[in-house]
């Protein structure tokens, strides 16, 4: 294991439901990111954050918001989301923002009904 | 523009070949090149990476090779085994952003027994 978890692994929702995903780090890591893979496209890139201050906010519609009370940990709230929001959510930590490894978590698949 | 991509979706190796993964970038500036390898149900996991100053890297079992004039990555296994049944990613490193990477869209390698 990477020494990254997520929660829940699978999530169904529907568009006016709401719910979190989240994500902890056990590595001690200062920087998390959520990422957003789809279907035959490359993994996005949708927040970073640094000693728990967002220092990315990559164009991501505002029915994403992203919150990290601590180093440890990053949540991802969801509402009215839309069916072309299903895909596999991954977090990953690194030790800093500056080129190092990010240590991936194993994702949440989320299908929006 | 900046991307990064593959030239092959999928690649059948048999069991205990050498496989062979490439990997086009079109970013001159970039300067640091990760490969991840992804199995079923996982979070990207971290293989190897490199750097522009360099133009080979060993690791155990694999090696990256990188050309930069035809800016050009690979990614050699050794003796492939059926562990080693994946989907594999190149990712570039942004030239103005040190903790953005621009992932490719993946190849997928089949090791037949």
């Known amino acids: 294991e990477t020494g990254v978890t997520q929660t829940p692994r699978h999530l169904v929702m529907g568009m006016t439901n709401k719910k979190s995903l989240k994500c902890e780090q056990h590595?001690?890591?200062?920087?998390m990111y959520w990422y957003k893979q789809s279907a035959k496209k490359p993994l996005e890139l949708m927040f970073v954050y640094s000693l728990e201050e967002r220092v990315e906010n990559n164009s991501v519609p505002s029915r994403f918001s992203p919150e990290c009370p601590n180093s440890s940990h990053l949540f991802l709230h969801l509402h009215t989301l839309q069916p072309e929001d299903s895909a596999l959510y991954l977090c990953?930590?690194?030790?800093?923002?500056?080129?190092?490894?990010?240590?991936f978590g194993p994702g949440t698949r989320l299908t929006v009904l | 523009g900046e991307s990064v991509g593959l030239h092959l979706p999928t690649l059948s190796v048999q069991e205990g070949d050498n496989s062979i993964i490439n990997c086009a970038y079109s970013?001159?500036?970039?300067?640091?090149f990760i490969w991840y390898k992804q199995e079923s149900g996982k979070g990207p996991q971290f293989i190897i990476d490199?750097?522009?100053?360099?133009d080979k890297r060993q690791g155990q079992r694999v090696t990256v090779l990188l050309n930069k004039t035809v800016k050009h990555l690979s990614l050699q296994i050794a003796a492939t085994q059926p562990g080693d049944s994946a989907v594999y990613f190149c990712a570039e490193n942004k030239k103005d952003s040190s903790y953005k990477l621009i992932f490719g869209s993946g190849t997928r390698l089949l090791v037949r027994p």
């Open positions: 990953a930590s690194s030790q800093d923002t500056s080129r190092s490894e990010q240590f």
């Open positions: 490199i750097r522009s100053n360099m």
């Open positions: 970013n001159s500036a970039s300067d640091y």
């Open positions: 590595l001690g890591h200062n920087a």
